[in-house]
């Protein structure tokens, strides 16, 4: 199977009441772990890529062969998509022309009107190219005296109107953050997610910051619509700890260990074993 578009997939378990994991991918290491796991449990996935992590790479289209050629060479035969994350109006239009099979279009920081016109326009575009579209609306932060306890909220009815111009799913906030959760966090905000789930008539939803919220948090979001969970950092610390502790461990001093071959390895084993982990918690194990 070639890479596909996201829409199927995540339509899919919006049906089913699973989630689909999306997982941002950093290097080639990465991108071989992550394929790894997913096909050990044979669950269907997004690839992400972040701008920074597409420039870091070598360009959208090194990451673009880089993702098919692995998907071949792996004898990969879970559905991949391959996708922008929190793409700019001219990034989004880079990855549809690179081959990838999804985008995000990140238009929140713009006010609300030119984030619906820009938003507008890169749906058209990437639906004419049989490319599915996630749109992000922006949301009121919970930062108080600098210290952040809540994440955003998204105005439902930005949501709808949002959900309405035909985007395949949507990010708005309820109060989940990027990175390490503060110990003093708010929790996901349900009120808020119920009001959002019922303004967007059936649009599924992603849910950013997926990266240690509590399982029965991600379960009762999935019941009402979050249909997509995005995850970064969670793969990021994983391989950290595994690599500083086979160098703590002084196996980088033994035979060729400095080999990145030899080096790499048990952070890139440490990624596989989360992502099959976070398949199973999020539902999407065993629905390829
Ligand atoms: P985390 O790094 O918190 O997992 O968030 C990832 C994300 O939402 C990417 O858009």
Same mark, same amino acid.
């Given at each position: 199977?070639?890479l596909?578009?996201?829409?199927?997939?995540?339509?899919? *378990?919006h049906?089913g009441?699973?989630?689909?994991p *999306?997982?941002?991918?950093?290097?080639?290491?990465?991108?071989? &772990?992550v394929?790894?796991?997913? !096909? !050990?449990?044979? &669950?269907?996935a997004?690839l !992400?890529v972040?701008?920074?992590a597409?420039k870091?790479?070598g360009?959208f289209?090194?990451?673009a062969?880089m993702v098919?050629?692995?998907?071949?060479?792996?004898?990969?035969?879970?559905?991949?998509?391959? @996708?922008?994350? @929190?793409?700019?109006?001219?990034?989004?239009?880079a990855c549809?022309e690179?081959?990838?099979?999804?985008?995000?279009?990140d238009?929140?920081?713009?006010?609300?009107?030119?984030?619906?016109?820009?938003?507008?326009?890169?749906?058209?575009?990437a639906?004419?190219?049989g490319i599915?579209?996630e749109?992000?609306?922006? =949301?009121?932060g919970?930062? %108080?005296?600098?210290?952040? &306890? /809540?994440g955003?909220?998204?105005?439902?009815? %930005?949501?709808?109107?949002?959900? $309405?111009?035909g985007?395949?799913f949507?990010?708005?906030g309820i109060?989940n953050? @990027?990175g390490?959760?503060p #110990?003093?966090?708010?929790g996901?905000n349900?009120?808020?997610?119920d009001?959002i789930?019922a /303004?967007?008539?059936?649009k599924?939803l992603v849910?950013?910051? =997926?990266s240690?919220?509590?399982f $029965?948090q991600v @379960?009762? #979001?999935v019941t009402m619509?979050?249909s997509?969970?995005?995850i970064?950092?969670?793969?990021q610390?994983?391989?950290?700890?595994a690599?500083r502790?086979?160098? $703590?461990a002084?196996?980088d001093q %033994?035979g060729?260990?400095?080999?990145?071959?030899k080096l790499?390895k048990?952070?890139?084993? /440490?990624?596989?074993a989360?992502?099959? %982990?976070?398949?199973?918690a999020?539902? &999407?194990?065993?629905?390829a």
């Open positions: 199977m070639a596909v578009s996201a829409k199927e997939m995540v339509d899919k *378990a049906e009441h699973y989630a689909i *999306a997982f941002n991918i950093n290097d080639l290491e990465w991108t071989k &772990s394929l790894a796991g997913i !096909q !050990q449990a044979n &669950s269907p997004i !992400q972040s701008e920074g597409g870091y790479m360009g289209k090194t990451v062969d098919r050629d692995l998907y071949e060479h792996m004898g990969i035969t879970v559905p991949v998509a391959l @996708h922008l994350d @929190h793409g700019t109006y001219e990034g989004a239009k549809i690179a081959g990838f099979t999804s985008i995000m279009f238009g929140s920081h713009f006010d609300f009107d030119e984030n619906v016109t820009k938003s507008k326009e890169i749906i058209a575009l639906h004419s190219k599915s579209v749109c992000e609306v922006g =949301g009121i919970g930062t %108080e005296d600098g210290v952040t &306890s /809540a955003e909220l998204a105005d439902p009815k %930005e949501c709808k109107a949002v959900a $309405e111009l985007v395949d949507l990010a708005a109060g953050i @990027h390490v959760y #110990a003093n966090w708010a996901l349900f009120d808020r997610l009001e789930n /303004a967007v008539n059936g599924p849910l950013h910051g =997926g240690g919220i509590p $029965e @379960h009762k #979001a619509g979050v997509k969970v995005n970064n950092t969670e793969l610390l994983e391989f950290a700890k690599t502790a086979y160098i $703590e002084g196996k %033994e060729k260990g400095y080999d990145p071959r790499l048990p952070g890139s084993d /440490a990624i596989t989360k992502v099959i %982990e976070l398949c199973k999020f539902g &999407s194990a065993d629905k």
